[in-house]
C-alpha cells in the first residue's frame, strides 16, 4: 500500500494518483476475478479492436457500470455484443487511473438472454410491421428542389447545429425552420408528436429533418415510442429520419420516408448541394448560348440570301421568264402527246386483244382434240372389234346375266361387221366364289 505523507499538522494528507493507486489495489486484491450481468448499453467498438460499453440491472435500476474489453478478449467471442443483449461478463474491477473512473475490465462475455428494453422494440416493431406501417409502398419521394426544410429536434443538441452547418455549407439558399422538441426523457415523445403535428398544420416547408445526436438504446428510446412512430408515418410531409449513429437504427427510421445515418447525412440527402446546382445552371447556360448562337447564324444566312436575291431584280425575272417559256411549250407539247400515248396505248391493247384470242382458239382446239381421243377410247365397236358381242333380246334390251337365259330363247349377237340371231340351248352359270 503507498502511505499518505505526514502533513506539517501531523494530519494525512493524500496525493490524488496515490489515493487512486491505493483504491485500485484495493479493488484489485477484494474483486480479483468477479462475474456480473446486465444489459448493454452504449457499445462501441474502437479501431485498434478494443471494446467499451456500459452496462446495467435490466430490471430498469439506475446503477450502471463501465466497462473495457481489450482486443484479444473480444477476439475471443462467438457472437457480435448489440445494444440492449442480456449478457454474463467476468473479469475484475479495476480504477482507470487518469481520470480515478470505475471500470470493469472483461475478460470474457456470453449471452444471457435479450434486454428488457431491446425486447420491447423487437416486439413492437413485429407488430408495426404487420400492420404494413414500415412497407415500401409508402415510402414517398423527397422533392428534388426543396425551398424550405424543417427540423425536429432540440434547440439544446448538438445535432441542430450540425445540420445547420451541413445545410449553409452545402446550400444556403435553403431555409430552414426549427420545430423544437425534447429528444430524451418522458417528456419527449408527447413533444415530439407536437413539433411534427405543428409542421403538418402549418405546412410551410418542403419536408422534414427528424434528427438527434447518438446515445444508447435507453436514450435513443421516444424515437422507439409507438406515438411519435405513428406520427412520422401519418405525416403528410416527407420525413428524412437521421437518429444516433450510423449503427443505431430506430422505429422512426423504418417509419420514415428516408433513413439517415446521421444528422448530418440527412441535411446532405435533404438538399441538393449548391455547387452542383451551379454547375448544372452553367452547363444548361452554355447549352442555350450554343444554340441560341446556331440559330442566329442561320437566320443571318437566311437574310443575306434574301437580300442577294432582292438586290438583283432582273435575275428573279429572268428566271421567271424562263420558267414560263418552258411551262408554255411543254403546255403546247402536251395535247400532241397526249393523243400519241392513247394510240401507242390503243396499239397495246390490240396486239394483247389478238394474242389473246389466237392463246384461246389454242387452247379450245387442244382440249377438242382431247374430247375426241377419249370418245373414240370409249367407242364400243373398237371393243368389239377385239372379237367380243353385244348381246341384246332383239328388241336392245343388252343381256348382262346367264339367269336372265333359258334354253330355247332367241337372242341377237352384235358384232364389229354385223349382227346374228342366234337360240339358247344351254345355260351355265359360273360356280359362286
Known amino acids: 500500500m503507498i502511505e499518505p505523507r505526514e502533513a506539517a499538522s501531523n494530519r494525512r494528507v493524500w496525493g490524488v494518483a496515490g ?28 479501431a485498434s479492436g478494443h471494446c467499451y460499453f456500459g452496462v446495467k440491472d435490466a430490471d430498469g435500476q439506475a446503477a450502471s457500470l463501465r466497462c473495457a474489453m481489450f482486443r484479444r478478449a473480444a477476439a475471443m467471442l462467438d457472437f457480435t455484443p448489440t445494444e440492449g443483449a442480456l449478457v454474463e461478463l467476468r473479469g475484475r474491477v479495476a480504477v482507470y487511473e487518469p481520470r480515478g473512473e470505475l471500470q470493469f475490465v472483461v475478460e470474457a462475455m456470453r449471452r444471457a438472454g435479450a434486454g428488457t428494453l431491446y425486447e420491447q422494440f423487437l416486439r413492437l416493431r413485429e407488430r408495426l410491421t404487420a400492420e404494413g406501417l414500415f412497407a415500401a409502398e409508402r415510402k414517398r419521394p423527397l422533392p428534388a428542389l426543396p425551398r424550405r426544410v424543417g427540423v425536429v429536434t432540440s434547440t439544446a443538441g448538438a445535432a441542430l447545429h450540425d445540420v445547420l452547418t451541413a445545410l449553409a455549407r452545402r446550400a444556403p439558399q435553403v431555409e430552414v ?18 413539433a411534427l403535428r405543428a409542421a403538418n398544420d402549418r405546412a410551410e416547408v418542403d419536408l422534414l429533418l427528424l434528427v438527434r445526436g447518438g446515445g444508447s438504446l435507453e436514450d435513443l428510446w421516444s424515437f422507439n415510442d409507438e406515438r411519435v412512430v405513428r406520427a412520422v408515418a401519418s405525416s403528410m410531409l416527407p420525413v428524412v429520419c437521421g437518429v444516433g449513429h450510423e449503427t443505431d437504427v430506430t422505429l422512426c427510421d423504418l417509419a420514415a420516408d428516408l433513413r439517415a445515418p446521421t444528422p448530418t447525412a440527412a441535411a446532405e440527402l435533404a438538399a441538393p448541394a449548391r455547387e452542383g446546382l451551379l454547375q448544372q445552371l452553367a452547363g444548361l447556360e452554355r447549352t442555350l448560348t450554343l444554340r441560341l448562337d446556331h440559330r442566329l447564324q442561320t437566320l443571318a444566312q437566311r437574310l443575306d440570301r434574301l437580300a442577294l436575291r432582292l438586290s438583283r431584280p432582273n435575275d428573279v425575272l429572268a428566271r421567271q421568264r424562263r420558267l414560263l417559256d418552258l411551262l408554255a411549250q411543254r403546255s403546247a407539247a402536251a395535247p400532241g402527246r397526249r393523243v400519241e400515248l392513247q394510240h401507242q396505248r390503243l396499239a397495246h391493247l390490240a396486239e394483247r386483244q389478238h394474242r389473246a384470242r389466237d392463246d384461246r382458239l389454242r387452247r379450245d382446239a387442244a382440249r377438242l382434240d382431247a374430247l375426241q381421243s377419249r370418245l373414240q377410247a370409249l367407242d364400243p365397236r373398237h371393243v368389239l372389234a377385239r372379237g367380243y358381242a353385244w348381246l341384246d333380246d332383239g328388241e336392245g ?3 348382262t346375266s346367264v339367269h336372265t337365259l333359258l334354253p330355247g330363247h332367241e337372242v341377237r349377237a352384235v358384232l364389229a361387221d354385223g349382227s346374228a340371231d342366234l337360240r339358247v340351248l344351254g345355260v351355265v352359270p359360273l360356280p359362286p366364289g
Request: glycine share 10%; net charge negative; aromatic share 6%.
Open 397 to 399: 334390251r343388252a343381256i
Open 177 to 194: 425552420i426549427v420545430y423544437p422538441s425534447p429528444v430524451q426523457g418522458a417528456d419527449a415523445p408527447p413533444g415530439l408528436v407536437s
Open 19 to 46: 489515493l487512486v493507486e491505493a483504491i485500485s489495489q484495493s479493488l484489485a486484491e477484494r474483486f480479483s476475478v468477479v462475474t456480473v450481468g446486465g444489459e448493454i448499453t452504449g457499445f462501441t467498438r474502437a
